[in-house]
């Protein structure tokens, strides 16, 4: 549990946000008023844990949607179990929901549009949404975090992932992830 969220401080804030605002008084579908939370987002988390992507068996945790494996527009639905450490045995932090497709002709990028979506402790019920790119041949590949729920209100950040394991036969992967995120 320690090594899963291994930092969470605050920062301190240098300057005063000066905010302007428009009043929108007369319609019912939007409003605007004064940014109040933006001297709040003074967290950062640092979460750590793998990710294993199981594309073999009986119990797949990758499923092709479309396209043939491996090749340009190929598209897999995850739902792939998060633990703190790198054997499947591991306690589980979460849950990585969501899809990955081949969008390269030339290597192996894929675009991740996952949501990390946390079972662990405090975090229960709280998720981070990830899109990018990941050039999985590269050692390290990072992408960003683009918003999150719960805990992860207003998050913003980026993950960093490590092929920790990949089997040539079976096709099945650990990846190591490190997720640093600004939020309230
Ligand atoms: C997370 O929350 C759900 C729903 O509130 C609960 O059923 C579940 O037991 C919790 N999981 C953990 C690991 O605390
Ligand atoms: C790789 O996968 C094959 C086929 O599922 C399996 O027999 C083998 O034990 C795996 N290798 C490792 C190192 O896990």
């Not at 990585?96 to 192996?108: E, K, P, R, V, W």
Request: aromatic share 12%; hydrophobic share 40%; charged share 15%.
């Amino acid at each position: 549990m320690a090594s899963f969220l291994t930092s969470t401080y605050h920062f301190t804030m240098f300057f005063i946000l000066l905010s302007t605002f428009l009043a929108i008084t007369d319609g019912k579908f939007s409003e605007q008023y004064p940014n109040t939370k933006a001297t709040k987002h003074d967290k950062i988390s640092h979460l750590h844990f793998y990710f294993h992507d199981i594309v073999s068996g009986k119990n797949p945790t990758a499923i092709l949607v479309a396209g043939q494996r491996n090749s340009f527009g190929s598209t897999a639905m995850i739902d792939d179990p998060l633990t703190e450490g790198p054997e499947p045995s591991s306690e589980l932090v979460g849950r990585a929901q969501g899809m990955y497709a081949m969008t390269s002709q030339q290597d192996g990028s894929l675009l991740m549009v996952v949501n990390f979506a946390f079972n662990e402790g405090k975090f229960n019920g709280s998720s981070v949404s990830v899109i990018g790119r990941n050039p999985v041949l590269d050692a390290v590949r990072e992408m960003p975090v683009v918003g999150g729920s719960g805990i992860f209100r207003f998050a913003r950040g980026y993950a960093l992932a490590k092929t920790y394991q990949y089997n040539i036969t079976s096709g099945d992967a650990v990846v190591e992830y490190n997720v640093f995120i600004t939020h309230d």
